[in-house]
């Protein structure tokens, strides 16, 4: 596994890591040789989580500017706080085939989403239309966005984290 998908697996929530590695380890064996396929974000930030949700709306975003669409492609739906990766319960991937980046949802792509399926990670392409998230996966493990948030807002950190 490379280093930064590492890094980002150990980004994300204490409960989440171990699952998401098991997953992942499997992932990586079932792609052929020319696909990489990386964990390119999981943890946001609140700060980083509004910015991206600006893009699009408030900011100018270069993708898909155009003069029918002078601010862009809107970016994110999620909000500080509404976002499964502010809790570390989230993560995006990237794929490159063929040394290039690869946003098709073919069959490769399609692997690494029944491989997360089949251990209980909820794919971003299966949210609702138009609001589809095709590089997304999501762990809730029983929560609430609302109950982490209150659970944030009380401090009800895990000891010596800034995981609720």
């Not at 974000?41 to 029918?68: H, I, M, Q």
């Not at 949802?105 to 299966?126: C, L, S, Y």
């Not at 239309?129 to 590089?135: A, M, V």
Request: with cysteine; hydrophobic share 40%; charged share 20%.
């Amino acid at each position: 596994m490379d280093t930064h998908s590492i890094n980002q697996i150990n980004l994300l929530h204490p409960i989440a890591r171990l699952d998401c590695t098991y997953a992942w380890t499997e992932v990586q064996a079932a792609m052929p040789e020319n696909v990489i396929v990386q964990v390119g974000e999981s943890l946001r930030s609140f700060e980083r989580t509004d910015a991206l949700y600006k893009l699009g709306r408030t900011v100018v975003n270069p993708d898909g500017k155009s003069a029918a669409k002078p601010m862009g492609n809107i970016v994110s739906w999620a909000r500080a706080g509404t976002s499964w990766h502010n809790w570390g319960l989230a993560f995006d991937i990237t794929m490159t085939t063929n040394g290039k980046e690869d946003w098709a949802i073919g069959p490769n792509w399609m692997k690494v989403v029944a491989i997360m399926k089949k251990h209980g990670w909820e794919w971003g392409g299966d949210f609702p239309k138009g609001k589809e998230d095709f590089p997304h996966f999501e762990k809730k493990y029983g929560q609430t966005l609302n109950g982490l948030m209150a659970l944030h807002t009380a401090q009800k950190f895990i000891p010596g984290t800034n995981y609720v």
